[in-house]
């Protein structure tokens, strides 16, 4: 058992992060495969949403890769062939959207969305009243202490 436990800590250690690029997508020229991989960390695979294409192991994943390289392939600068990503997929192939009127609700939403709950447990709490007991009047009392045993006022 306790060679078991060393196992999966060591291997737990160990473990990095599976890149999902295949070795038929690399380019030849390490100096061009460098910068696909650099500009890779700044796209988002549209299927998995929050990896990056060179961690995902989706077909779109694979295609963005492809594309990617070919438009280094092609002499497209890292801005180039971001752009036309961006062109083709949308701003939200981005990991880090650019801040703009059409990227508004991508930066503010979870702002928005947290005020407004926060707005909607305060009008909640606010009208939430605490049950309070009214004073008994002169002849409920007498009715209680009648009912309690003949001890009134």
């Known amino acids: ?74 002499g497209d600068s890292d801005e180039q062939a971001k752009a036309f990503l961006v062109k083709r997929y949308g701003t939200y192939v981005l990991l880090q959207p650019p801040f703009r009127p059409e990227t508004l609700v991508l930066w503010l939403g979870p702002l928005l969305v947290l005020i407004a709950g926060g707005m909607g447990a305060g009008i909640y709490l606010s009208r939430r009243r605490p049950q309070t007991a009214e004073a008994l009047s002169a002849e409920e009392e007498n009715q209680v202490a009648a009912l309690l045993g003949g001890q009134g006022r």
């Open 1 to 74: 058992m306790n060679r078991l436990a060393a196992a999966v800590v060591g291997l737990s250690i160990t473990a990095t992060v599976a890149h999902a690029v295949l070795p038929n997508e690399q380019l030849s020229d390490p100096k061009l495969e460098s910068r696909a991989r650099a500009i890779s960390q700044e796209l988002r695979c549209v299927v998995c949403q929050n990896q990056t294409i060179d961690d995902s192991d989706a077909d779109l994943a694979h295609d963005l890769r492809v594309l990617l390289r070919e438009r280094l392939l092609k």
